[in-house]
Nanobody, 125 residues
Framework: VQLQASGGGLVQAGGSLRLSCAAS????????IGWFRQAPGNEREAVSC????????YYSDSVKGRFTISRDNAKNTVYLQMDGLKTEDTATYYC???????????????????WGQGTQVTVSS
């Protein structure tokens, strides 16, 4: 069971990136998938999630209106479309499962042993 984040890169402020979270070893269709990010010197921050039953999506206040989370079950992949990027979006982005996702919060069920490598997003001014 593995999730692999990709799609990061260097972009100018105001630009866009689309991150991908590809699952292997299980079908993510029934599972909540979330994105966290961590910038150097900062705590890890919840960004967005999509619930397994398609009914809920959550966005942190810092990305609401700019980021869009979606699924492609045929590709077993969750995407995070990031538009209107700001320098403060610079961070390593991680995707995870095993979390509760509602419209108002995303909460891991427990501690993650392995966050994976994540994907680096750098937004220049």
């Amino acid at each position: 069971v593995q999730l692999q984040a990709s799609g990061g890169g260097l972009v100018q402020a105001g630009g866009s990136l689309r991150l991908s979270c590809a699952a292997s070893g299980f079908s993510l269709e029934r599972y909540a998938i979330g994105w966290f990010r961590q910038a150097p010197g900062n705590e890890r921050e919840a960004v967005s999630c999509t619930s397994g039953n398609y009914n809920y999506t959550y966005y942190s206040d810092s990305v609401k209106g700019r980021f869009t989370i979606s699924r492609d079950n045929a590709k077993n992949t969750v995407y995070l479309q990031m538009d209107g990027l700001k320098t403060e979006d610079t961070a390593t982005y991680y995707c995870v499962s095993d979390l509760l996702c509602t419209e108002t919060k995303m909460t891991p069920f427990g501690e993650y042993d392995d966050w994976g490598q994540g994907t680096q997003v750098t937004v220049s001014s």
